[in-house]
């Protein structure tokens, strides 16, 4: 077009010259491009293409990890995508991108990123017991407690139990007990 940029319009076209690029460089070249891409909306509300963004990044999780700063922040992408993805009813969307969201966080995240690690604890296994994934959704839960510095942060996690399919709640009398122990 006139500003220089190139458009495919034909979908073969487009699949021939993503074909060139050779098979050991593509995940480095969706990583630079997802890059690319979150440097220009950094901050910008860009609705779905937050989706593209991230997708397009989590290609390069080898790189992302290498960079503890840049690791937070494409984990904070992640879990924008995963909330969206949840505000649209798509659970098994939202458990990707969260899941890719807490696998990005730096190993002592609880300490050093308490909020973010509270937050996607919550949310990824909101997701997870959605997708009916009940057992990672139970362990997610119980790393958030653990970790959760007072009953105020643990409250959701509990409520989230309370009302899960998870294997904790099969057993009436047990839950019952869980549940008191949560109160003492």
Not at 80 to 94: F, I, Y
Request: aromatic letters at 10%.
């Amino acid at each position: 077009d006139e500003e220089g940029c190139l458009q495919f319009v034909h979908d073969k076209v487009r699949e021939a010259a993503y074909n060139l690029i050779p098979d050991s460089d593509k995940k480095q070249f969706h990583y630079h491009l997802g890059k690319v891409l979150y440097s220009l909306c950094d901050g910008k509300d860009v609705g779905d293409t937050i989706f593209l963004i991230a997708s397009q990044i989590n290609h390069g999780k080898e790189w992302i990890l290498r960079d503890k700063d840049l690791s937070v922040c494409i984990s904070e992408l992640n879990m924008k995508a995963g909330e969206k993805a949840l505000d649209g009813c798509d659970h098994n969307t939202a458990y990707s991108y969260l899941g890719a969201a807490l696998s990005l966080l730096p190993e002592d995240h609880w300490r050093s990123h308490y909020d973010l690690s509270l937050r996607l604890s919550f949310l990824t296994s909101s997701a997870a017991n959605s997708c009916c994934q009940y057992d990672e959704a139970e362990q997610i839960l119980r790393r958030g407690l653990a970790n959760a510095q007072s009953l105020y942060d643990q409250l959701p996690s509990y409520l989230l139990l309370s009302q899960s399919e998870c294997p904790i709640i099969s057993n009436m009398h047990c839950f019952l007990a869980f549940l008191i122990s949560c109160l003492t």
